[in-house]
């Protein structure tokens, strides 16, 4: 159902790569809510992914370019300004990868080399989006951007290795840069800390199919899907969330303020049948 939440509105979605992708979702829902869009993602992905067919499907243009490189987001706020016929009123950030998570180096035998590419595409790239498009007058007054994180920035969640340290990194550009661009352009800049979700790169974490499980069992909503996630990023972008900014958003069934759930508990005690004694006492050390 469309409310006509965008109407009017111009919009950059960096990251849909196919349609397991949040980015994906969120691009389909922005075009559903009356906006016009212009898709990024690395050339790498352009050709290997399916992002043109969603291209011709909203009837929109992809600009290939890698969001680690400032040359090539200028290229991307310049064409999307052209193309789109105005100032851009929305940005989203879905971007991230290790290296060393797909290399499967854990988290004290890190290669540092591969550390400062995770660090590098999954937070300063949105460090140097918002400032190239500060820099250039690139997002109209009152524009809305969101960038998608996780919950591993303030927890230790096995297996998510250095990402988690990325999405530290990327919540605080958001506070930082949120402060700035607020005070001077009245942009506000969010982070949506999503439930994990299938995606392509959400398959690369290390049981991820066990902690989907277990965030489901835990969360009283159960998990987000990239759909809701869609919903969440496309209220952000309207004018209902005008003095939201600086924000993490917890989009997650209620995950990230639980600390034992009765799922959780009757789960975590059936783990013990096996150290029980004769007369049903559980047996420690």
């Keep these: 159902m469309s409310y006509n939440l ?6 950059i979605v960096f990251g849909a790569l196919n349609d397991q992708s949040i980015a994906w979702k969120v691009a389909e829902r922005a075009c559903e809510e009356g906006a016009t869009i212009i898709l ?35 290229v991307v706020f310049q064409r999307a300004i052209e193309i789109l016929g105005g100032k851009v009123d929305f940005v989203l950030h879905s971007i991230g990868m290790s ?7 854990t988290y004290d035998d890190l290669d540092y080399d591969l550390l400062n590419k995770t660090i590098d595409i999954s937070a300063v790239s949105f460090h140097k989006m918002l400032q190239v498009a500060k820099k250039m007058g690139a ?12 919950v591993a920035a303030q927890r230790t969640l096995f297996g998510y290795n250095d990402m988690a340290d990325a999405k530290a990194m990327l919540e605080s550009i958001a506070r930082s840069f949120g402060y700035i661009y607020g005070r001077e352009h009245s942009v506000r800049v969010n982070t949506i800390s999503q439930s994990p979700t299938l995606t392509t790169a959400g398959a690369g974490i290390k049981g991820m199919e066990n902690l989907m499980d277990f965030s489901n069992r835990m969360s009283p909503l ?7 996630c869609a919903d969440y990023c496309i209220t952000m972008f309207s004018d209902l969330t005008r003095k939201v900014t600086m924000q993490t958003l917890f989009h997650d069934g209620g995950f990230s303020s639980m ?5 959780a508990m009757n789960q975590y005690e059936k783990s013990f049948d096996q150290f029980r004694d004769e007369n049903g006492n559980l047996i420690y050390g």
């Excluded at 067919?53 to 090539?72: F, G, R, Y």
């Design 40 to 74: 990024s993602n690395t050339p790498v992905a352009v050709r290997m992914g399916e992002v043109s067919a969603l291209a011709e499907k909203l009837n929109c243009e992809v600009i290939p370019a890698d969001a680690t490189s400032v040359e090539d987001l200028e």
């Design 139 to 150: 997002i109209a007054d009152y524009g809305s951007v969101v960038a998608l994180t996780y």
């Design 222 to 228: 159960g998990n987000a899907n990239a759909d809701e």
């Design 259 to 263: 600390g034992m759930s009765l799922r």
């Design 6 to 11: 965008l109407k009017g509105k111009r919009g």
């Design 99 to 105: 290296p060393n998570v797909r290399k499967k180096r």
